[in-house]
């Protein structure tokens, strides 16, 4: 698995989900976290994608379900 | 395959869409269904009612050997009661159906029925867009996502097939009207791309072709491909039918493979896609029963009656087998000339005044 840059990856999460960087760890998940809707998800999908330059899939966007799956997702790529 | 197998959620949501035949289905579905009775029949209350009145707790329906015979819950009563197999503190989404007159029906879901709902359209999807997601054309408003006071169907809808798309444009304002300049700009930056195009049927017929006809406007698509849905009663009162619809779509916009689709808000996740030969196809956590409007006998293959649609996903309410309103005809099970396995059938619009009679009476 490749290095990424977690943040970077933190930042995409504040600025999508528009919550705090402190809110950002491994456990923040979708569905947990009152303002990670699908709505910000696709929000999210689409900052991810601007800032490290990639294209998820769909299987990407379903799995992608924590800040730690994130990480392994982009790594992939 | 284990029988534990065909109730583990993680094992049956892989199963090959369209990849099962009768009896390999027939096995899964049995399992499952029979599951799902015992465990809404366990953790809803006024399910567990509705099988007492018809006199099946602890009875063969409970135990159903065959999957046409699940007793099926009339579209109606989400109307009508907050019908949940989940506590109150565990509704994750609260999903509405859409309709402009009398109550919507209330579909709760906790986070797991809402991940798998999501995970089996995807899946669903995905035989017919690929895994990468395509330039994403949506008929429709930016504003229809915005309303917070629950999400309607036409919202989930909408979301749900976003996830498909990338650098979505809306087609349409807040006024439902043309946003010509973006459709323009949107398909010369991704016209040699294969384009993916949603939106409801007659919201794509009236505020879409129609509006590109008056303006005179015609593209020149490659290997687009659009998916609608939402019925066709408004269509029929134009006189517009599939054939129709589908001629006048690729005059206007070129080579695009239209495909209608069929589903509901109760049973989310859950999608009959219409294939080249104009046939709506079960996926494989799916079956449909076609039923006399009076009798609610069960009907031969060939003949119109009431669609009964039984699905494998509903955990969080008791919507695992549901008597609709919809009239249909089943033609056939694992030889559409398409290759797909399962049923496939074709829709004929609403009984007239929604009147469907069933064990619900007994109900309240
Ligand atoms: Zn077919």
């Not at chain 2, 899964?28 to 399910?47: G, I, K, V």
């Not at chain 2, 169907?153 to 097939?161: E, I, K, V």
């Not at chain 2, 444009?169 to 439902?176: I, R, T």
Request: proline share 3%; hydrophobic share 40%; aromatic share 10%.
């Amino acid at each position: 698995m490749t290095e990424i840059n977690t943040d970077k990856l933190a930042e995409a999460f504040v600025s999508a989900l528009a919550i705090d960087a402190a809110e950002v760890t491994d456990e923040l998940a979708y569905s947990q976290h009152p303002k990670w809707d699908s709505t910000a998800h696709m929000v999210l999908v689409a900052e991810i994608e601007a800032a490290f330059d990639i294209m998820l899939d769909t299987d990407d966007i379903i799995d992608m379900s924590s800040f730690a799956k994130a990480k392994e997702i982009v790594a992939k790529y | 395959m284990q029988i534990d197998d065909y109730n583990n959620a993680a094992v049956f949501s892989q199963f090959p869409v369209y990849g099962l035949n009768s009896a390999e289905k027939q096995a899964f579905l049995q399992q499952r269904l029979n599951w799902l009775t015992h465990h809404h029949a366990t953790h809803c209350p006024e399910y567990a009612r509705l099988l007492t009145c018809i006199g099946e707790v602890n009875s063969p329906m409970c135990n159903i050997e065959h999957i046409d015979q699940v007793p099926p819950v009339a579209a109606r009563l989400f109307k009508d009661y907050g019908l949940k197999s989940i506590k109150d503190e565990e509704v994750f989404r609260l999903m509405r159906s859409s309709g402009t007159s009398g109550r919507q029906s209330q579909i709760y879901l906790d986070a797991d029925s809402a991940k798998l709902q999501s995970q089996i359209l995807v899946k669903t999807l995905q035989h017919w867009l690929g895994k990468q997601r395509r330039p994403m054309l949506i008929i429709d408003a930016k504003e229809t996502m915005q309303n917070k006071n629950g999400m309607s169907a036409r919202a989930a809808g909408l979301q749900g097939m976003s996830f498909f798309g990338r650098n979505h444009c809306y087609a349409l304002d807040e006024n439902m009207q043309l946003r010509i300049d973006e459709v323009k700009s949107f398909i010369e930056q991704y016209h040699n791309q294969q384009i993916f195009i949603f939106g409801f049927t007659f919201i794509v017929w009236q505020q879409f072709i129609q509006a590109l006809q008056s303006l005179g406007l015609k593209f020149n698509l490659q290997q687009a491909i659009l998916i609608h849905g939402g019925g066709w009663k408004k269509m029929q009162q134009q006189a517009v039918d599939d054939k129709t619809f589908k001629q006048q779509i690729n005059a206007q916009l070129g080579d695009v493979s239209v495909h209608d689709y069929y589903g509901m808000v109760e049973q989310t996740g859950t999608i009959y896609m219409q294939c080249e030969h104009g046939h709506l196809h079960c996926p494989v956590w799916s079956d449909v029963v076609v039923r006399d409007i009076n009798s609610l006998a069960q009907l031969k293959n060939g003949q119109q009656g009431l669609l009964q649609v039984n699905s494998a996903l509903p955990t969080s309410y008791p919507g695992h087998s549901i008597l609709t309103e919809d009239l249909a005809v089943i033609h056939g099970e694992d030889d559409c000339p398409c290759g797909r396995l399962g049923k496939y059938f074709t829709l004929h619009g609403r009984v007239p005044n929604s009147q469907v009679r069933g064990c619900s009476d007994t109900f309240s």
